[in-house]
């Protein structure tokens, strides 16, 4: 059963800059597509990132494009997250997610296609 554990979230001031990991457990991990998501309070979880399971593609929400960067090490089973130019807009409780269908080519920002999810990590950024 595939686990993912995310960390790297804190306090940062604006313009700032924060890397998330998520490890994964399980000896499929290259396989999945995995992507970042965010909920601030009172509002929906939304899409920040994703990336296919070769890590050839990438896919980001236009309000992190050029700020944010996905990228994965399947050696090592984790997926980061890469965020610069902080904003205080950023700040949200920030969850990584696996699509554990082998090789999965699809909707890769709707939160519905992503079956397994880290318990997420707080990022703060102050103005």
């Known amino acids: 059963q595939v686990q993912l554990v995310d960390s790297g979230g804190g306090l940062v001031q604006a313009g700032g800059s924060l890397r998330l990991s998520c490890a994964a457990s399980?000896?499929?991990?290259?396989?999945?597509?995995m992507g970042w998501f965010r909920q601030a309070p009172e509002k929906e979880r939304e899409f920040v990132a994703a990336?296919?399971?070769?890590?050839?593609?990438?896919y980001y929400a236009d309000s992190v494009k050029g700020r944010f960067t996905i990228s994965r090490d399947n050696a090592k089973n984790t997926v980061y997250l890469q965020m610069n130019s902080l904003k205080p807009e950023d700040t949200a409780v920030y969850y990584c997610?696996?699509?554990?269908?082998?090789?999965?080519?699809?909707?890769?920002?709707?939160?519905?296609?992503?079956?397994?999810w880290g318990q997420g990590t707080q990022v703060t950024v102050s103005s």
């Open positions: 997610a696996a699509n554990r269908a082998p090789y999965y080519s699809g909707a890769y920002t709707d939160k519905n296609e992503y079956d397994v």
């Open positions: 399980g000896r499929t991990f290259s396989s999945y597509a």
């Open positions: 990336i296919r399971w070769s890590g050839s593609t990438t």
